[in-house]
């Protein structure tokens, strides 16, 4: 399986002739193009940084193909596209263009007591890579590559480092990144290598970048 880093919390995935993309926001200069040459989308949550909302529903009336999932919040939206849209919770196992996929989950994690907590749901496919969306819930199964949120106004350094030892994946890659400078983004790799916190170095994938997974 490759990864392609896209900005922010959006990532693609390709195997053989199949490709997904997970959380293609507005924070995503290049959503459109990642979508386009999917089969299918995986949305975590409702929020715009992981769901451009115009850009989805564009695509889902130019290609009758494609197919998205994510929680009933966000396709609910799209009531009238039932063979398009498939609304996914914690506890289901679903295949998506040829990938496995585990839902995980319950709510984004906290940003201030006055701001409502939306359904947030965290994706493994294929039994090896964890995407979390925006929250630090660690699913009961075993992780071989986890994509660690770095920056946002839920995040914390000390609870990111936490996460990553309760899940012990094999291999660690930073999204969820736009926020931080580049000082911050080595700041946070630093904070989270072996020397310090946690037991896997942070790797940071350049956008546009493809690695195995």
């Known amino acids: 399986m490759q990864l392609t880093k896209h900005a922010h919390a959006c990532v693609s995935l390709a ?3 199949a490709r997904i993309v997970i959380d293609p926001g507005t924070f995503t200069p290049d959503a459109a193009s990642a979508v386009a040459a999917a089969d299918a989308v995986l949305i975590t949550h409702e929020h715009f940084d992981h769901f451009d909302e115009e850009l989805i529903a564009k695509s889902l009336d130019a290609r009758p193909e494609l197919r998205v999932y994510g929680p009933a919040s966000v396709v609910e939206r799209w ?3 039932r063979g398009q849209v498939t609304a996914v919770r914690a506890g289901d196992s679903i295949t998506v263009a040829g990938f496995d996929v585990a839902v995980f989950g319950d709510l984004h994690a906290s940003i201030h007591r006055d701001i409502p907590r939306v ?5 493994l496919v294929d039994g090896r890579l964890y995407h979390p969306g925006d929250a630090y819930h660690a699913p009961d199964a075993a992780v071989g590559t986890l994509l660690l949120p770095t920056s946002g106004p839920w995040t914390k350094l000390g609870e990111a ?3 990553v030892r309760e899940v012990a994946p ?3 890659i930073q999204i969820h990144e736009v926020m931080l400078s580049e000082i911050g983004q080595q700041s946070t790799a630093r904070f989270l290598s072996p020397e310090m916190l946690s037991k896997v170095p942070l790797t940071i994938v350049p ?4 690695v195995p997974v």
């Open 79 to 81: 009531s009238a596209r």
């Open 207 to 210: 956008v546009g970048e493809t």
């Open 170 to 172: 094999s291999h660690l």
């Open 161 to 163: 480092a936490d996460f």
């Open 15 to 17: 195997k053989e002739d």
């Open 119 to 123: 359904t947030n749901l965290g994706y």
